[in-house]
């Protein structure tokens, strides 16, 4: 499971309050990322992480922000919840190969079910 | 960006029946995984398959990316099979970010 923690699990929040949710690597992958997964559509990723303090924007970032202060967390903050929010959360990182091994391939954390009211 | 087209959407099977999920995409790429979410929700790598042919047990899958397309085989289908399926894509140059299709809901009947 490459060591990838989410917190918390379930949260239910009302609209308009400030939601911040965590995801814990302990492996030092440089890559990590966040998802949203809404019937229909698959996961779509929301931001990124391709090292310390340095973040980029996903195909539904708005609405989210991300922080990054060491590389074993990647926080995911919804500045001002809103129904739309809802949905299922998952974090992942990228796990390369070494020098002989052309693989890249990514791993989720369990996810975080938000409900936001 | 690129898109990702998994069919069928649904598929009932009966077990030990064989069956063949399709992936296809819009553009080139040098990135492709293949994910199983189980019932209780967790996302399972299964293949990084950017190019030909890997086998896992029961599972195969085969990636022509000159002609951008991935197939997912499950053979003697079993009721811990059941869950979606779903196909990723994308460039390891771009950060490796990935574009996930919308997946395949796989049952298995005992």
């Known amino acids: 499971d490459a060591g990838i923690t989410q917190s918390p699990r379930h949260k239910v929040t009302e609209t308009g309050t400030p939601v911040t949710l965590r995801c814990h690597q302990t492996?030092?992958?440089?890559?990590m990322y966040w998802y949203r997964q809404d019937p229909g559509h698959g996961l779509r990723l929301i931001h990124y992480s391709y090292g310390v303090k340095d973040t980029d924007k996903g195909e539904v970032s708005d609405g989210y922000s991300v922080s990054r202060s060491k590389t074993e967390d990647f926080l995911l903050t919804l500045e001002s919840a809103t129904s739309s929010q809802t949905s299922v959360y998952f974090c992942?990182?990228?796990?390369?190969?070494?020098?002989?091994?052309?693989?890249?391939?990514?791993?989720f954390g369990p996810g975080t079910r938000l409900t936001v009211l | 960006g690129i898109q990702v087209e998994q069919s069928p959407p649904d598929l009932i099977l009966q077990e030990g029946a064989n069956s063949t999920l399709r992936c296809n995409f819009s553009?080139?790429?040098?990135?492709l995984q293949w994910f199983h979410q189980n019932p209780w929700g967790q996302l399972i790598n299964l293949f990084y398959?950017?190019?030909g042919t890997k086998q896992n047990g029961r599972l195969s899958a085969t990636t022509v990316a000159t002609e951008r397309y991935s197939l997912l085989y499950i053979s003697s289908s079993q009721t811990t099979d059941s869950g979606v399926y779903f196909c990723a894509v994308g460039l390891t140059s771009n950060d490796y970010k990935l574009s996930f299709g919308a997946g395949t809901t796989v049952t298995v009947r005992a």
């Open positions: 398959i950017p190019s």
């Open positions: 492996e030092n992958h440089r890559y």
């Open positions: 553009d080139s790429v040098n990135n």
């Open positions: 992942a990182i990228n796990q390369a190969g070494g020098p002989w091994d052309y693989t890249d391939t990514q791993y």
